[in-house]
């Protein structure tokens, strides 16, 4: 089992930065893929970044270029951010970790941009 809390969310101008925190506990932070999704009102769920077990980092084609994923083994936590913010960038930002048969979410966070 893992507990997941986003934390970092909150309102920022076009053009602005902002970096988003995922606290896990509760199992061994080592095994599990990490990931922030987002979802916009009336949309889906989309993939915005992911940080593998290794460090491998890949990252959604809007965010390429504006974002940087990473994670701390000491202190079990995964950052994501972003820089250059858009008005298309307001979602719910939400932490993910996962195996190959397991997969957990964190509440989310708002982000919104806007002047």
């Known amino acids: 089992q893992v507990q997941l809390v986003e934390s970092g969310g909150g309102l920022v101008q076009p053009g602005g930065s902002l970096t988003l925190s995922c606290a896990a506990s509760g199992s061994i932070f080592?095994?599990?893929?990490?990931?922030?999704?987002?979802?916009?009102?009336?949309k889906q769920r989309e993939l915005v970044a992911r940080i593998s077990t290794y460090g491998g980092r890949y990252y959604a084609d809007s965010m390429k270029g504006r974002a940087t994923i990473s994670r701390d083994y000491a202190t079990n936590t995964m950052n994501?951010?972003?820089?250059?913010?858009?008005?298309?960038?307001?979602?719910?930002?939400y932490c993910n970790a996962q195996t190959t048969d397991l997969n957990y979410w964190g509440q989310g966070t708002q982000v919104t941009v806007s002047s």
Do not use: F, H, I
Not at 30 to 39: C, I, V
Not at 85 to 91: G, N, Q, S, V, Y
């Open 80 to 93: 994501l951010q972003m820089n250059s913010l858009k008005p298309e960038d307001t979602a719910v930002y």
């Open 30 to 42: 080592s095994r599990y893929a990490m990931g922030w999704y987002r979802q916009a009102p009336g």
